[in-house]
């Protein structure tokens, strides 16, 4: 059997939004799990709407989702010498012509056929004229006038296209740039494209497609229309819906390992499953299983999918991904056993790396600025009793280990008769500035015995300076 070979042809007339990165990442999941290779081509030959800087947006977004290429990119704007020769393939046997209708025939014939109710449709004028190329001519295809194609999809079974409905559809506009539809299939053809997955919005382009294939006698490829994303309100995915672009949940602090999962479930899925790592999703990805019902893009799920990887992830491995919010939020990181334990604490607690950041940041602090409504209700009079005993006896441990640092706090509480809530809140609050953080044992012990005893102190001073 020949090896699968898929490919992801964005136009770059934008960033790469939610929608199409699941068309790559199906593709390029695909060609890992069968041992083949993926394919990357930048379909830029609307060169209004093309630019540079979207093409490399999308290479960003692509490789930031690990989402790696085996060719290309290739530009369709560097083709023209292919989609030449292929042109004369379609001359000389007759499949193609030159039409030279003028562009306000054409729209008033448009005009009266909608007029009429009926679907426009070039009516054959030049189709038998056998025009030479003549300056401002389109070359079209000269497409069967009876009979049926079928697409044969593996997602959606077969879809029979009849021929009356069909046009001679254009290959070449008249400033010789080639239609979507001829490039496309010169592309696939010459880069041995075999398998192809993409949305179903293009099948109604599909038929002719075929049709080119079949006129340029070459292998069909097998056709995978998976259906597209909607928005909560089932309409198809816009801006409206919410942050749609790959980067904007890089900068929002997601893992790409959590988008790719969710990613892959919004239109496929292996069961009941739902949590899956890369090399799980590699394994397990096949045609058969792509749904054949719109996905509905939810924010909800894929924010406590993101939680659920990084709680999954391995410390060291957020270190690097956590950077950049890290300085966002204030502080740098280094690598080493501080901030992975800093990490292991705050993992169950970070639905985002932004988050993590956020709630990282009293581990980094020098001063610790208290939350006003957290001082009032915990660094009071009553307080200052169970500080200083905890001082005194943190005092004594030389080694800041879990155990260690328990029966030091229940000494204090046997001392002064106070619950450990009564002792661990303004605690928390001198070593935090917040009412809320990871457990008080495992602060405590990160944050190390000078800087808690300076905390602690300066808790102290701080409440007696209220009274
Ligand atoms: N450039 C086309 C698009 O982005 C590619 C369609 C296809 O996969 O054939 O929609």
């Not at 069968?34 to 709407?49: C, Q």
């Not at 046009?167 to 075999?194: E, K, Q």
């Not at 054949?292 to 491995?317: E, Q, T, V, W, Y």
Request: one cysteine or more; hydrophobic letters at 40%; aromatic letters at 10%.
């Amino acid at each position: 059997m020949k090896p699968v070979v898929t490919r992801f042809p964005p136009s770059p007339t934008g960033s790469l939004h939610v929608g199409g990165a699941r068309t790559a990442l199906f593709n390029w999941l695909y060609a890992r799990h069968s041992g083949g290779r993926f394919v990357l081509r930048i379909e830029d030959t609307d060169t209004k709407r093309s630019s540079r800087a979207s093409a490399d947006a999308i290479f960003e977004s692509l490789e930031w989702m690990g989402i790696d290429w085996d060719e290309g990119p290739y530009f369709q704007s560097q083709r023209s010498e292919m989609y030449a020769e292929f042109i004369e393939k379609l001359l000389s046997s007759g499949h193609a012509y030159y039409c030279s209708c003028s562009p306000e025939r054409l729209d008033q014939m448009r005009r009266k056929a909608m007029a009429g109710g009926g679907k426009p449709k070039y009516d054959g004028t030049c189709r038998e004229k056998k025009l030479s190329p003549i300056d401002g001519a389109v070359i079209r295809f000269k497409a069967p006038l009876f009979g049926t194609t079928v697409l044969v999809d593996v997602v959606k079974g077969d879809i029979v296209f009849e021929h009356d409905e069909l046009d001679d559809f254009i290959l070449v506009r008249s400033d010789r740039i080639p239609t979507y539809n001829f490039a496309v299939v010169v592309d696939d053809i010459t880069m041995g494209i075999n398998t192809i997955i993409r949305g179903d919005d293009h099948v109604m382009n599909t038929p002719k497609q075929i049709l080119l294939y079949q006129a340029l006698r070459s292998e069909l490829p097998v056709y995978a229309h998976v259906p597209m994303v909607l928005g909560s309100d089932r309409s198809r995915l816009s801006k409206r819906h919410g942050a749609m672009s790959v980067t904007a949940y890089r900068d929002m602090g997601y893992l790409p390992e959590a988008l790719i999962n969710y990613l892959a479930r919004l239109g496929w899925s292996h069961g009941d499953q739902e949590f899956f790592t890369r090399q799980e999703l590699i394994e397990k990805f096949t045609l058969n299983n792509i749904g054949r019902s719109a996905g509905i893009f939810d924010h909800d799920k894929l924010l406590a999918l993101n939680a659920d990887h990084i709680m999954a992830s391995d410390p060291k491995d957020l270190i690097d991904p956590l950077s950049p919010f890290a300085e966002e939020s204030g502080f740098n990181i280094e690598s080493g056993d501080f901030i992975e334990n800093v990490i292991r604490t705050l993992q169950p607690r970070s639905k985002t790396l932004k988050d993590m950041a956020a709630d990282a940041l009293f581990y980094f602090q020098d001063d610790i600025t208290y939350d006003a409504k957290a001082a009032a209700k915990f660094l009071r009079v009553e307080a200052l009793t169970p500080l200083n005993r905890l001082i005194a006896a943190l005092e004594s441990i030389d080694r800041f280990s879990e155990q260690n640092l328990e029966s030091a706090f229940r000494s204090v509480m046997e001392q002064t008769g106070l619950k450990l809530g009564k002792i661990a809140q303004p605690v928390r609050v001198a070593l935090t500035g917040r009412t809320a953080s990871p457990g008080i044992f495992e602060i405590t012990e990160i944050i190390g015995k000078k800087n808690v005893l300076e905390r602690l102190r300066k808790a102290v001073a701080y409440i007696e300076k209220l009274t």
